[in-house]
């Protein structure tokens, strides 16, 4: 299995500053032919499913805020919220779908400091 | 407006066989996409179990392959999971969602039915 890794657990930032959170793959998740990275970011908050942030590790989904961004290959990732705001606050999932079993990254705790 | 409704009995004896199913409504399921379940213990991460295509394509975690069983009712435009011999580890509440393809991801997720195991 790919084993997804996330730092750190848990992030504490201000109303309107920077949030960067990371995704560590055990294996390389580009694939070569399409030049694609499999990979997505999920945001969930209390009581309610995950919803799609990011795919192919720099797509934004539709209706997505811009402050929300995806960057990386191969084997590391980040997603950076710009300007953090109250809504913000949930915990951040990473996974990865290059092959089953799919996995994700143990979460990201975001809150405001 | 596609939208995922999971059901299925909230708690369920130990040894016994849990049954969910997911009503799609908005789109038909047998069209181009896939169906999968992702289930989520209380306090903790998410972890795929199962999806299916089209009825005879289906993609089991192998950490549950010998529990697991993933069907598509289309006439009810509806799929179903099935876990025998459950434990107090298989505790969890279990989303259903779809993705377009074996390798992408998951677009849009059910609201979760929460399923005890205990006696």
């Known amino acids: 299995d790919i084993v997804m890794t996330q730092s750190p657990d848990s992030l504490a930032v201000s109303l309107g500053e920077r949030a960067t959170i990371n995704c560590k793959s055990s294996h390389n998740i580009l694939y070569s032919s399409n030049n694609q990275n499999y990979l997505a970011w999920y945001q969930q908050k209390p009581g309610q499913p995950p919803k799609l942030l990011i795919y192919?590790?720099?797509t934004r989904e539709s209706g997505v805020p811009d402050r929300f961004s995806g960057s990386g290959s191969g084997t590391d990732f980040t997603l950076t919220i710009t300007s953090l705001q109250a809504e913000d606050v949930a915990v951040y999932y990473c996974q990865q779908y290059y092959n089953t079993p799919y996995t994700f990254g143990q979460g990201t705790k975001l809150e405001i400091k | 407006q596609v939208q995922l409704q999971e059901s299925g009995p909230g708690l369920v004896k130990p040894s016994e066989t849990l049954s969910l199913t997911c009503a799609v409504s908005?789109?038909?399921?047998?069209?181009?996409?896939?169906w999968g379940w992702i289930r989520q213990p209380p306090g903790k991460g998410l972890e795929w179990t199962a999806s299916i295509y089209h009825s005879e394509s289906t993609y089991y975690n192998p950490s549950l392959q010998s529990r697991v069983t993933i069907s598509v009712d289309t006439s009810k435009n509806q799929f179903s999971l099935k876990l025998s011999s459950v434990t107090a580890a298989d505790t969890a509440v279990y989303y259903c969602?779809?993705?377009?393809?074996?390798?992408?991801?998951?677009?849009?997720w059910g609201r979760g039915t929460l399923v005890t195991v205990s006696s």
């Open positions: 192919w590790a720099s």
């Open positions: 969602a779809r993705h377009r393809g074996r390798t992408e991801y998951f677009d849009l």
């Open positions: 908005g789109y038909s399921i047998s069209s181009d996409y896939f």
